[in-house]
C-alpha cells in the first residue's frame, strides 16, 4: 500500500484510537469538556475570539473583550491562531464552540500519531516501526496530563518540522525548505511555547551540521534554513508586539517568569501516571496526576527494554560499518510509482530490512533528550542552579516559558524515534531469522502492549451549557448595544497586604482560588454569546485595571465600589446570587433594589439578575493635587525611591483606565544650572481615588556622584504626558537603619469610619527624628521600612488582619513627610482598633505605635 490510501489508512487508525481511549467524552464532545472549565473554556473563548475577529474587525484580534479596559487582552495568554482557522468552519457550521474545540483537540491527539509516523517512516524506512514511534508520541500519559492545554497538548507539528529538516539537508530540494518555513510558521501561529520548544532541535539539528565533516557542502542550506526561519519571524511580528508591549508593562517583580518557574519536572513526576490509566492504576505504587496538570511524565516500561535493544542496534551498526564509508541518507517516503507489489497491505514495513536506520539521526535524538531533559528540571532542580537553564534564559523569547516542564515534550519526541529505531531493528532481525510473518507479529506485539501500557478509558469530564441551555441573560446582553458588563461578585481577596498600585494579585491573593477561576471562566465562556466588553477574565496574566477592579470590588455594594465601577464604565451588572451565601442573599437583594443608581433590568430563573449601573460625573486630572516627593540626601551611583503623590480635594472620584508605565525624564543640574545626568524610570499612575482620598504613584532614580542638585521631572507620555517638577536633592554618603537607634512621629488628622471591605486612604504625618535614612524598598526585604497596619476587634482577642502601608518614598533624616497609605477595612462592620508602627523590617521597629479607634459600618 502506498500513495494517499496509506496515509488515509493511518490518520484513521490513530482517530479510531483516539475514540477509544476518550470513550465516554467523545460522546459528549458537543456539551461538555475534559476535566474542568477553568482551561478548557479559556481555550474555547480564544478560538471563539479569534473567529469573531477575523470576520468582524481582524485589526482589533488583540483587543478582546476580556478585562476590559486593558488593552491587548488576547496576549493574557496563547492566541491559539491556528487552532482557531482550524475549528472555524465547525463553528460557524454548527455554531457550537465546545465541540469545535473538541474536535480539533482530538484531531490534534491523531495528527500527532501520525507526523510522528511519518518522521521514523523516514528514518527507519518501516512503516510498521513508524506506526509504534507514533502511537507513543500520541498516547503516552504526559500527552493526555496536557489535554486541557491544547498549546501544549497540540504538539503535531514538531515531527513534522524535523521532517523537513532533515529532507533538505538530506536532499536539498527547495520544496522541503518551503515545507519547513511552512510548519515552522503555523508552528508560531499556534503557540509561542511550540516555537521555543521547536527552536531547541532546530538549533541542536544546524549546529550538528555546522560541525560535520560536510559542512562545506551543507554550508547553503544552512544559510538558506537560518533565512526561512527568519523571515517567518518577521511574518509572525504582528503577533508577537502585543505580547511584547504587555510583557514590558508588567511590574518587574513579576517579568521573569522563567526564573520564577511556575512548575517544572520533579523527581516524582517520573513516576505519576493518571489514574484513568487501565494497567498502571491498577498496580497502586505510581503516583497519579489529573488531565490538565500536566506532570505525569512517567513514559512506560516497555520504552527500558526498546532503548536498550535500539542502543545495541546502533552499536552493531557502527561496528558492521567500514571506515570512512558514508552513512546513507533515510530513504523518502514511498512512492506511487515504487514497486509495492511486496509490501503487506496494511501498516507495516518496506521491503528493505537490510538497510540499517543511520546511527548519527539516533545520536541525534538522544542528544536532544539529554538536552530537554534537562530544560523541563526548571532553575533549581532540588536547590541546585541549573546553569545550562539558566544560561538559556537569558535571551529574549525564552524568558516568557513560566513551565519549563512543558520542555518534557521534546524528551518525548526523542524517545518516540527511540521506539522507532528499536522497533526497526526488531523487524529487521525477525525477517533475516524467521521470515516476514514473525517481523509483523514481533513488532505488531510491541505495539499492542504500547497502547495496552498506555490505555486510559473514562477520562473525567464535565458539562458545558451551549445553545438554548445558555442562561437567557446573556442572550439579552447581546441585545444591548454599547453595553458594558461586570459579574458579580467578583473573587474574594485573601492574604494581601498592600493595596497601593501596582496590586500584586495572583493565584496565592485568592480565595478560594479554583472555584473563583471557575466563576471568572464561566463568565468570560459566555460572553462569547454577546462579546460585549467583560471586566471579567482570568487567564496567564492578571492585568494591573483587574487587580484594582477585584480590589474595590471587595466591598461591594458600597457606595465606592459602585463609583469604581460607574466611573470605569460599566453599564450593566450580571449579578450571581448562587455565589453568595445564602442568607446574604434576600438582604443583599433588598438594597440593590433601594439604590437609586441602580435600575433591575430583570431577574432570571437561573439565579442571575441584570442591572443597569448609572453614570457618575469623574473629577478631571486638572482638578487634582500632584505634588512630587524626594528624599533630601541620596547615595551616591545608587537607587532611591521618589513619588508623585496624588491628592483628590473634590467631591467627584478620580478615574484613570491607562495602565501602561509613565515615562519619566530625570535630569540632574549642579549649583550652575549644567546638566550632569540624564536618566529615565516610569511610574504607574493609580487607577481610583474616591474624593477626598489620596494615592501614591513610587518610582526609582539613580543618584549621579556626591554634590547639590536640583531634579527636574518630565512625565514623557500618559495621562501627565507634560507635566514638569523640580526639587533639591543632595548626593552624600548616608546611613540606613540597622539599630533601633532610629526614631520617628507618625500621627494623623483625620478621623475615619470606611464601609466594610472598602480600600481607603488614611492621610498621615511622619518625621524623621533620628540620623538614619529610611529605604523604602531596599535591595532586599530586609532593610526596607514600611508602616505595619494590625486590625484588631474590640471584644474579640482572635481577630488580627495585618497589612503594610508604603512610605512615598525615601526619607532622609530630619525629613517630614505628609502622604497618604492604602488599607483595607475588615469585611465586617463593627468597632475595631488600627494599630500603626514604622516598621524596618527584619531589623527593627521604628519609634512609637500610633492607635487608631475606627467604626466600621
Not at 484 to 508: G, K, R, W
Not at 545 to 572: C, H, I, K, N
Amino acid at each position: 500500500m502506498s500513495g494517499w490510501k496509506e496515509h488515509f489508512l493511518v490518520i484513521l487508525i490513530f482517530l479510531i484510537l483516539v475514540i477509544i481511549f476518550t470513550l465516554p467524552f467523545v460522546m459528549h464532545a458537543g456539551s461538555a469538556v475534559i476535566s474542568g472549565h477553568v482551561d478548557n473554556l479559556l481555550n474555547v473563548w480564544i478560538t471563539s475570539w479569534d473567529n469573531h475577529a477575523l470576520v468582524t474587525n481582524p485589526s482589533a484580534l488583540f483587543q478582546a473583550n476580556m478585562n476590559y479596559p486593558s488593552p491587548d487582552s488576547l496576549a493574557f495568554s496563547e492566541h491559539l491562531f491556528i487552532v482557531s482557522l482550524l475549528s472555524a468552519p465547525i463553528k460557524w457550521v454548527t455554531g457550537n464552540p465546545i465541540l469545535a474545540y473538541n474536535l480539533i483537540s482530538l484531531v490534534g491527539f491523531a495528527l500527532a500519531g501520525y507526523t510522528m509516523y511519518l518522521l521514523v517512516k523516514y528514518l527507519t524506512h518501516n512503516r510498521l516501526a513508524a506506526f509504534a514511534a507514533g502511537a507513543f508520541f500520541a498516547f503516552v500519559p504526559y500527552h493526555f496530563s496536557t489535554i486541557v492545554h491544547v498549546h501544549v497538548s497540540f504538539y503535531l507539528l514538531q515531527p513534522l518540522l524535523l521532517l523537513f529538516l532533515f529532507k533538505y539537508f538530506d536532499e536539498g530540494r527547495p520544496r522541503y525548505l518551503v515545507g519547513l518555513g511552512v510548519t515552522f510558521l503555523a508552528q508560531a501561529l499556534l503557540s509561542w511555547y511550540q516555537v521555543a520548544f521547536s527552536s531547541i532541535p532546530i538549533a541542536l539539528f544546524l549546529i550538528w551540521q555546522l560541525i560535520s565533516r560536510r559542512r562545506r557542502e551543507k554550508i547553503r542550506y544552512f544559510a538558506y534554513t537560518v533565512a526561512v526561519l527568519a523571515l517567518c519571524l518577521v511574518l509572525v511580528l504582528p503577533f508577537a508586539l502585543p505580547y511584547f508591549r504587555v510583557h514590558k508593562n508588567t511590574p518587574e517583580s513579576e517579568s521573569r517568569p522563567a526564573i520564577n518557574a511556575v512548575a517544572s519536572a520533579k523527581a516524582r513526576d517520573y513516576l505519576r501516571v493518571l489514574p484513568q490509566n487501565y494497567l498502571y492504576n491498577k498496580l497502586g505504587f505510581f503516583s497519579t496526576g489529573n488531565p490538565g496538570e500536566g506532570n505525569s511524565l512517567f513514559p512506560g516500561f516497555l520504552i527500558f527494554p526498546l532503548a536498550l535493544i535500539a542502543l545495541i542496534g546502533v552499536f552493531l551498526t557502527l561496528k558492521r560499518r567500514r571506515p570512512g564509508t558514508p552513512e546513507p541518507a533515510p530513504a523518502e517516503e514511498l512512492a506511487p510509482n515504487e514497486d509495492a507489489s511486496q509490501v503487506p497491505e496494511s501498516v507495516a514495513a518496506e521491503d528493505a530490512p537490510e538497510r540499517a536506520p543511520p546511527p548519527s539521526y539516533f545520536i541525534y535524538f538522544i542528544v536532544l533528550g539529554a538536552v530537554s531533559f534537562l530544560l523541563a528540571l526548571g532553575p533549581s532542580p532540588h536547590g541546585v542552579s541549573n546553569l545550562f537553564y539558566r544560561a538559556l534564559n537569558k535571551l529574549p523569547f525564552y524568558g516568557f516559558v513560566r513551565f519549563p516542564i512543558r520542555y518534557h515534550i521534546m524528551v518525548i519526541m526523542a524517545l518516540a524515534v527511540v521506539v522507532g529505531y528499536s522497533c526497526a531493528y526488531i523487524y529487521n532481525f525477525l525477517k533475516e531469522r524467521k521470515g516476514g510473518a514473525w517481523s509483523l507479529l514481533g513488532v505488531g506485539a510491541i505495539i499492542a502492549l504500547l497502547l495496552l501500557e498506555f490505555a486510559v478509558f473514562n477520562l473525567p469530564f464535565q458539562p458545558v451549557a451551549v445553545g438554548d441551555a445558555v442562561p437567557r441573560v446573556y442572550r439579552d446582553l447581546k441585545d444591548i448595544d454599547g453595553a458594558v458588563v461586570a459579574e458579580l461578585p467578583l473573587p474574594y481577596v485573601e492574604n494581601s497586604m498592600i493595596y497601593e498600585d501596582p496590586l500584586t494579585l495572583n493565584f496565592a491573593t485568592l480565595d478560594n482560588t479554583f472555584l473563583s477561576a471557575i466563576h471568572e471562566q464561566d463568565s468570560v465562556y459566555f460572553s462569547t454569546y454577546h462579546w460585549k466588553k467583560l471586566v471579567n477574565g482570568l487567564s496567564g496574566y492578571y492585568p494591573l485595571f483587574y487587580r484594582r477592579a477585584v480590589v474595590e470590588s471587595q466591598s461591594f455594594p458600597s457606595r465606592r465600589s459602585l463609583d469604581f465601577l460607574a466611573s470605569a464604565g460599566v453599564t450593566y451588572l450580571v449579578m450571581h446570587w448562587d455565589y453568595l451565601p445564602p442568607g446574604r442573599r434576600d438582604q443583599l437583594r433588598a438594597y440593590l433594589n433601594q439604590l437609586p443608581d441602580l435600575e433591575l433590568v430583570e431577574d432570571y430563573e437561573e439565579g442571575l439578575s441584570l442591572y443597569r449601573l448609572l453614570s457618575v460625573e469623574t473629577q478631571p486630572l486638572e482638578a487634582m493635587n500632584v505634588t512630587p516627593f524626594f528624599p533630601q540626601r541620596a547615595e551616591p551611583d545608587a537607587s532611591f525611591s521618589a513619588s508623585l503623590i496624588f491628592n483628590n480635594p473634590g467631591n467627584r472620584p478620580f478615574i484613570n483606565l491607562d495602565e501602561a508605565r509613565q515615562h519619566l525624564e530625570v535630569e540632574w543640574l549642579n549649583e550652575t544650572g549644567e546638566v550632569v545626568r540624564k536618566d529615565e524610570s516610569y511610574l504607574y499612575a493609580p487607577f481610583f481615588i474616591e474624593q477626598g482620598q489620596g494615592a501614591v504613584a513610587a518610582f526609582k532614580l539613580n543618584a549621579p556622584a556626591p554634590g547639590n542638585y536640583s531634579i527636574k521631572l518630565t512625565v514623557l507620555d500618559g495621562i501627565l504626558k507634560g507635566s514638569i517638577w523640580e526639587a533639591d536633592v543632595t548626593v552624600r554618603d548616608v546611613q540606613s537603619v540597622r539599630t533601633a537607634d532610629s526614631s520617628a512621629r507618625l500621627k494623623t488628622t483625620e478621623a475615619l469610619s470606611p464601609q466594610a471591605g472598602d480600600v481607603f486612604s488614611l492621610p498621615l504625618e511622619l518625621m524623621n527624628t533620628g540620623v538614619t535614612e529610611w529605604p523604602r524598598q531596599g535591595a532586599t526585604v530586609a532593610g526596607s521600612v514600611v508602616i505595619t497596619a494590625i486590625w484588631t476587634r474590640d471584644g474579640d482577642d482572635s481577630y488580627k488582619m495585618q497589612q503594610q502601608g508604603m512610605l512615598p518614598g525615601d526619607i532622609s533624616a530630619g525629613q517630614s513627610a505628609s502622604f497618604p497609605i492604602a488599607l483595607q477595612a475588615p469585611r465586617e462592620a463593627g468597632a475595631y482598633r488600627l494599630t500603626l508602627s514604622l516598621n524596618c523590617l527584619g531589623v527593627t521597629y521604628i519609634g512609637e505605635p500610633l492607635e487608631l479607634p475606627i467604626d466600621i459600618h
